[in-house]
């Protein structure tokens, strides 16, 4: 059983930056597809950006490119969102997501495993 478990998060200023986290726990991290997701107050969920199982490829929203930078150590099991210049409208909670057969989907339902989600929120 795969455990994903986030940290980081919280209130910053716009224009500010925050680093989430997510370690696992159990499976085979090395090989799997891992992406952030965020979710507001009555929209859906929606992809934020991936890594590959290879790190070595990713894939950002628009809405963040330039901005936010996804990362992961393999030895440490854990995959990093960092996110820098932030915006009022990057206020969400974000989540954290494995893909068990290593690619990048960008819809949910295509992900086997769920952070808990960590809040963050940008005021103005």
């Known amino acids: 059983q795969v455990q994903l478990v986030q940290s980081g998060g919280g209130l910053v200023q716009a224009g500010g930056s925050l680093r989430l986290s997510c370690a696992a726990s159990g499976g085979t991290f090395r090989t799997y597809g891992m992406a952030w997701f965020r979710q507001a107050p009555g929209k859906e969920r929606g992809f934020v950006g991936g890594?590959?199982?290879?790190?070595?490829?990713?894939n950002y929203a628009e809405s963040v490119k330039g901005r936010f930078t996804i990362s992961r150590d393999n030895a440490e099991k854990t995959v990093y969102l960092q996110m820098n210049s932030l915006k009022p409208e990057d206020t969400a909670v974000y989540y954290c997501?494995?893909?068990?057969?290593?690619?990048?989907?960008?819809?949910?339902?295509?992900?086997?495993?769920w952070g808990q989600g960590t809040q963050v929120t940008v005021s103005s």
């Open positions: 997501a494995a893909e068990t057969s290593g690619y990048l989907y960008l819809l949910p339902h295509e992900y086997d495993y």
């Open positions: 890594i590959r199982s290879s790190g070595v490829i990713t």
